[in-house]
C-alpha cells in the first residue's frame, strides 16, 4: 500500500523531440500510475525538476508552479507533502497525500472517505487520500522562518522538524482518494501452492490496509477460497489483546490476519504466546506494517521456531527484513532494485522463487554436506592410518608417508574428484518441481547431522585400519613396499568412495576420476625415491593393492546397498517410475 513506499519524490523529464512523448520515473509505480491516469483524461505533466514544474490543461493552457518546500516520504509518518506557489496568481497552496488512516485526522471532516477507501480496499486496490491547504503570504513566511530554524537546530532535529511541519498538518481540504490495482506477477497462484506443498510456511507482510491485504491474499491464494480466517480485531488494550488470543487460541487452524498496531501489542505483552499460536496457522497475514515490524516479526521468528527464515521483498521498505532474516530474497522490479541490492539472492520475477528453493536449494544442502563430509573422511582417514602405523612402531616420531606424498594425496590425487561432487544430482529439475514434497525431508536434517559425522567417522577408522593392518600383513621385506602398497590402497579407495557416492555422473566427474588416476601414475614412475618402480610392475602389488582397496571398499558397498533396499529415499520410487515411464514412451514412438 502507499505507507510501503520509501519516498514518494519523482522526477520526470520530457523527450527533446516530440512534445507528446513524456517519459515518467519515480520511486513508487503507483505515482507513475496516477500521473499517466491525468494524462490520459488532459491533464499532462511535461515537464517537472527540483525548484518548478509545467502542466498542460486540456484547453491547451500552460499552468506554472514554483516548488517551495518538499516533505518526502517517510515510513513512520506515511505521507508526504508539497508547497507550491502558481505563477500566475501567486497563490501558495500546501498539498499532501498518505495513507487513508494518517490523512482521515488531517482532513476535514467528511462522511464519505472512509467509506469509499473500504470499497476500494475490498476490490484489492491499494488506496491514497489527497488533500490541500491555501496559506497566506504571512502565513508562509512564518513557517519559513520556523522551518529553517528547525533544520538548522543542533539537538532533536527531526523531531523539531516534524513538529513545525505538523503545524500546516490540520484542516486540509479533501480532494480525492485514489485507487491503484496492484497486479500480481506471473504464476505467483501457482509458486505459493508449491511453497505450501514444499512444507514452506508463508507469511505475508505489508503495508496495505486490513482489506486490501485480505483481498491480495484471497487472489493470490495465500488463503484459499475455503479456508476461514481469523480477523485478529483492533486492540488497544492489554486485557483486549488477552481476549483476542484466548479466541485465536481457538481457532489456531484458521488464517490468521492482524494489523500492526494490534501486532505490535501483542508481541510486547505476549510474544511467545502470539508466537505459538501464529506457527501454527497455514497462513498469516499482516497489514499495516512499518519497516521496523516486518524486522522485527522476522527476528521473532528466528528466535521461537530455530528455523531458518526466508525473506522476500521487491522494494525499499523490505531491506530490514531481508536483512534481519538468515536468507533474504530481492525482487527487482518496478519498486528499483533496493531490496535487490541488499539480499542474497536477486531475482526478477517472484515465480522463480520455487525453483531457487526447491531445485538450486535441494541442491546446495546437498552439496554442501557431500563435500563436507568428504573433506572430513579424506583427513581423517591418513591420520588414522598414521595412529595405527605408529602404535604398530611403538609410537616412534616416523611419519608414515614424508610431505610431497601428503600434499600431492591433499591436492592433486583427490582434490578433482572430491570437489566434483558439486556436480552431483539426486533428482532432475523437473521432479524436484513436480514432486515439492521431496523438500519435506530435508528440513529434517538428516542428510547432515550428528548421525552423518559419526558414520563417516567409523567410516574412515575401518577404512584406515584395514589399509594399514592389511598392508603391513602382506608387505615385503622393505619398508618402501608398505609405502608403495598403503598409498595406492589409500588413493584409489578415496577415488571409488567419490564414484559410489555420486548419484547421477557428470561429464567433468569422470574427467576429474580419469585426471587423478592418470596423475598418480605418472607420480609412481616419477617419484622414484618414495616408491620402488621394480616392485609396482610386480603381479603381488597388483593383487595385495586389489585386496587391501577391495576390503576397505566392498562392505561398505553392501551395506549401501542393502540399506538402499531395506530403507529406500523418498525420491527412489519417483526416479523407477520416470524411468519406466521414458522407457513406454520410447516403445509407443
Known sequence: GWGEKDEEQVIFSRDDISESSIAYQASSPDEIAIVKWTEGIGLALVNRDLTSMRIQAPNDNSLQYEILQLFPFTSESKRMGIIVRDMATGEITFYMKGA???????????????????????????????????????????????????????????????????????????????????QLQLDVRPTLELLRNAGIRVWMLTGDKLETATSIALSSRLISRLQTIFTFKQVSSRSEAHSELNSFRKKSDSALVI?????ELCLKHYESEFIELACQCPAVVCCRCSPTHKAQVVSLLRTHTKRPVCAIGDGGNDVSMIQAANVGIGIVGKEGKQASLAADFSITQFRHVSRLLVWHGRNSYKRSAALSQFVIHRGLIISVMQVVFSALFYYAAVALYEGVLMVG????????????????????????????????????????????????????????????????????????????????????????????????????????????????????????????????????????????????????????????????????????????????????C
Open 259 to 263: 494489523s500492526g498496531s494490534s501486532l
Open 409 to 588: 594425496y591433499a591436492t592433486i590425487y583427490t582434490m578433482a574428484p572430491v570437489f566434483s561432487l558439486v556436480l552431483d544430482e539426486d533428482v532432475s529439475p523437473d521432479i524436484a518441481l513436480m514432486y515439492p514434497e521431496l523438500y519435506r525431508d530435508l528440513m529434517k536434517g538428516r542428510v547432515l547431522s550428528m548421525k552423518t559425522f559419526l558414520t563417516w567417522v567409523l567410516i574412515s577408522i575401518y577404512q584406515g585400519g584395514v589399509i594399514m593392518l592389511l598392508g603391513f600383513q602382506l608387505f615385503e621385506s622393505q619398508f618402501i613396499h608398505v609405502v608403495s602398497i598403503t598409498f595406492t590402497a589409500l588413493v584409489l579407495t578415496e577415488l571409488l568412495m567419490v564414484a559410489l557416492t555420486i548419484r547421477t555422473w557428470h561429464g567433468l566427474m569422470l574427467l576429474a576420476e580419469l585426471f587423478s588416476v592418470l596423475v598418480y601414475a605418472l607420480s609412481l614412475v616419477v617419484l622414484k625415491d618414495y616408491f620402488d618402480g621394480a616392485f609396482l610392475l610386480t603381479l603381488s602389488f597388483f593383487w595385495k593393492t586389489v585386496v587391501i582397496t577391495a576390503a576397505g571398499c566392498i562392505p561398505l558397498l553392501i551395506a549401501k546397498f542393502m540399506r538402499w533396499r531395506c530403507t529406500p529415499p523418498s525420491y527412489a520410487k519417483l526416479l523407477k517410475e520416470n524411468s519406466m515411464f521414458r522407457n513406454c514412451c520410447r516403445c509407443s
Open 100 to 182: 487513508d488512516s494518517v490523512m482521515s485526522s488531517i482532513v476535514q471532516y467528511n462522511d464519505w472517505m472512509e467509506e469509499e477507501c473500504g470499497n476500494m480496499a475490498r476490490e484489492g486496490l491499494r488506496t491514497l487520500v489527497v488533500g490541500k491547504k491555501i496559506l497566506a503570504e504571512e502565513q508562509y513566511a512564518s513557517f519559513e522562518i520556523r522551518y529553517k530554524q528547525a533544520k538548522l537546530s543542533v539537538t532533536e532535529r527531526a523531531t523539531q522538524v516534524a513538529a513545525v511541519v505538523q503545524s500546516l498538518e490540520e484542516n486540509l481540504e479533501l480532494l480525492c482518494v485514489t485507487g491503484v490495482e496492484d
